[in-house]
Structures are given as structure tokens and as C-alpha cells.
């Protein structure tokens, strides 16, 4: 289990050194480190992703958490011991960003506004959306049953797609919603929370 808990460490400080773009971009490499590893299913990682969304705090960090614990919990972990896992990946993915902002803060604000420096900013924005953009492919073709081998690989897996009234709905309404409009995704969330209980009580 120690070993474990150093390789959980080991990761989330990678997956913090190399995550540029916010939690956002955070989701795209913990979901091909977990996965990649068999440490969580794909439906897994989705349960942990929403729980993230939902709970106070910033969302990267949050999922590191909840990985964490999960991880430690799925291998045999009792309380004390997921709770440690928890907070290691925790401190972990926070620690290159508290590293690279109290060396290089200074040095980056003088230096943001010449040419290279919005060069290199430049190529790095749609690597980022890039990225973000496919876990959002992947995470609703999982909703919709197209997990694939991976869960990373569902994109592929279009004739397994089985689509059902209120998940299409949900994840309509919300995209609309969030790209014409100044709606928080937390109202979509709190639909998807409630409405399953309104179909399951009244049969609709």
C-alpha cells in the first residue's frame, strides 16, 4: 500500500508539473493516468468528475482528492488509508503550481508582454482546448454508452452510442443553455441530481 500511496504522489505531482490551463485541463490528464493504469474505470471517473463539479473549491484539485481516496479505496484501503491517499494527491498536484508561482511569478509578469512570451502562450491555448475539448467528446459518449476498451478510446465506438430521453435532454439543454447564455452549469447539475427522482416517483 506504501507503494501505492509514493506512485499516487509520483503521478499527480507529474500531472501538476505538466497541466497547463486551469482545472479544466487538469481533467484531460488525470482521466489517461487513471485509466492508462486500471486504477478506475471509466464510469468511475465520471462519478468522481461530477462530485468535483458540485463541491466547494477548484475543480483539479477537488478530482484529485476524490481520485485519490478512490484509488486507495479500491485497492484495500481502509479509512486512515484513503484519507492519505486523498491528501497526498492533494498536496501533490498543488505543489508544482505553488513551486512555479513563488520562483517564476515575478519573472513571468515582466516578462508577459514581449514577443516570445505571447508567442509560446499563443501555441499553448489550443493545445489546452484541444485537450479539454476531447474529454468533453469522451465524457458524452460515456453518458451515452459508448465507453469503448479504455473509456480514452470511446470516441471511436459510435455504434454502441444508446440514446435515452433524459440524459440527451440534460446534456442538450445545459450545452445550450451554457453557450447562449450566462447559466451556471451547477443548475445543470442540480437537474440531473433531481430529475431522475421525478421520473423514478412519477413514471414519466
Given at each position: ?19 497547463l490551463?486551469?482545472?479544466l ?46 484509488v ?22 498543488t ?29 499553448l ?46 446534456c ?33
Open positions: 500500500m506504501l507503494s501505492l500511496l509514493a506512485k499516487l504522489s509520483y503521478v499527480f505531482a507529474k500531472i501538476g508539473l505538466f497541466t490551463g486551469g482545472g485541463a487538469v481533467i484531460a490528464l488525470v482521466q489517461q493516468e487513471m485509466l492508462s493504469r486500471g486504477w478506475l474505470s471509466h464510469s468511475e471517473f465520471l462519478d468522481i468528475l461530477g462530485i468535483a463539479q458540485v463541491t466547494p473549491g477548484a475543480m483539479g484539485v477537488n478530482a484529485a482528492t476524490f481520485t485519490g481516496w478512490r486507495v479505496e479500491n485497492a484495500g484501503g481502509g479509512f486512515l488509508l484513503a484519507f492519505s491517499g486523498a491528501l497526498l494527491a492533494s498536496i501533490a498536484v505543489l508544482p503550481s505553488i513551486a512555479g508561482v513563488a520562483l517564476a511569478g515575478t519573472w513571468f509578469e515582466r516578462n508577459r508582454e514581449k514577443p516570445w512570451a505571447k508567442a509560446v502562450f499563443g501555441i491555448r489550443p493545445v489546452v482546448a484541444g485537450a479539454i475539448f476531447a474529454v468533453g467528446a469522451n465524457m458524452v459518449m460515456a453518458v451515452f454508452g459508448a465507453e469503448g476498451e479504455n473509456g480514452a478510446k470511446c470516441i471511436w465506438h459510435l455504434d454502441e452510442l444508446k440514446f435515452s430521453a433524459l440524459p440527451l435532454v440534460l442538450a439543454g445545459t450545452f445550450i443553455l451554457t453557450a447562449t447564455h450566462r447559466f451556471s452549469p451547477l443548475w445543470g447539475l442540480l437537474a440531473g441530481a433531481i430529475l431522475p427522482f421525478i421520473v423514478g416517483i412519477f413514471g414519466i
